[in-house]
């Protein structure tokens, strides 16, 4: 809840399995935040929302009270929350990683070929 005890409007367009739309979800769960989960992956109408709210494509994008962050971590979402009092600081941990990139968009390992 936010100091003013009305309720924060949060809509977060998130992939299904991504880190980092895992760490959006694991901050809102640190606060006990009710927020829309809204599947980018799946769901064609959200992505194209997500990219008309938002102005680009990536992800996760999350709108809180008409503001958007776009393409932000836990982390991110947080720290906004925190600076603009909307929440108030925990020492409770997350639940999982809230900065960690989606497996598939990790650098993968080169091997480099010389050749003589």
Do not use: H
């Not at 769901?43 to 776009?70: F, N, T």
């Amino acid at each position: 809840m936010s100091e003013s005890n009305q309720p924060l409007k949060i809509i977060a367009y998130l992939k299904p399995s991504c880190g980092w739309s895992q760490g959006v979800r694991a901050i809102m769960r640190k606060y006990d935040l009710p927020f829309e989960d809204r599947d980018i992956i799946n769901d064609p109408v959200q992505r194209q929302e997500m990219i008309e709210k938002s102005g680009q494509m990536l992800s996760p994008c999350v709108e809180i009270d008409d503001r958007m962050l776009a393409d932000v971590s836990g982390e991110e979402v947080e720290a906004f929350m925190l600076a603009n009092g909307l929440i108030k600081p925990s020492s409770t941990e997350p639940d999982a990683p809230i900065n960690a990139p989606c497996p598939d968009e990790m650098p993968q390992a080169q091997t480099m070929q010389f050749r003589s």
